[in-house]
Nanobody, 118 residues
Framework: QVQLVESGGGSAQSGGSLILSCVAT????????IEWHRQTPAERRELVAR???????FYADSVKGRYTIIRDGPANTVYLRMNRLKPEDPAVYYC????????????WGQGTQVAVSS
């Protein structure tokens, strides 16, 4: 059973940076599509960034220009680099991927907390 394991959450000052990582426990899992979502207690889970091996990327307007998905294929790891953090960025961040099944099966990380202090 493939698992996605996240790390890198924590606290940063407003305007600072954090890098989240998401590792697939199986080296045969391709991570051909990867998404980062975030959720606060008051809000629905929000898609903030998406990368696909067809070359497409997506960033929510709220993070565009500040967040970047970086994929390390040999390490089966995907990172979310978060720069210029804002007070509205704190949330639990989740990575998500899919396999090649039909229909595709979703895999979610356990979530990692991000806090921003002013």
């Amino acid at each position: 059973q493939v698992q996605l394991v996240e790390s890198g959450g924590g606290s940063a000052q407003s305007g600072g940076s954090l890098i989240l990582s998401c590792v697939a426990t199986s080296r045969t899992f391709s991570m051909h599509v990867i998404e980062w979502h975030r959720q606060t207690p008051a809000e629905r889970r929000e898609l903030v960034a998406r990368w696909s091996d067809d070359g497409t990327t997506f960033y929510a307007d709220s993070v565009k220009g500040r967040y970047t998905i970086i994929r390390d294929g040999p390490a089966n790891t995907v990172y979310l680099r978060m720069n210029r953090l804002k007070p509205e960025d704190p949330a639990v961040y989740y990575c998500r991927s899919q396999d090649y099944s039909n229909p595709p099966k979703d895999y979610w990380g356990q979530g990692t907390q991000v806090a921003v202090s002013s």
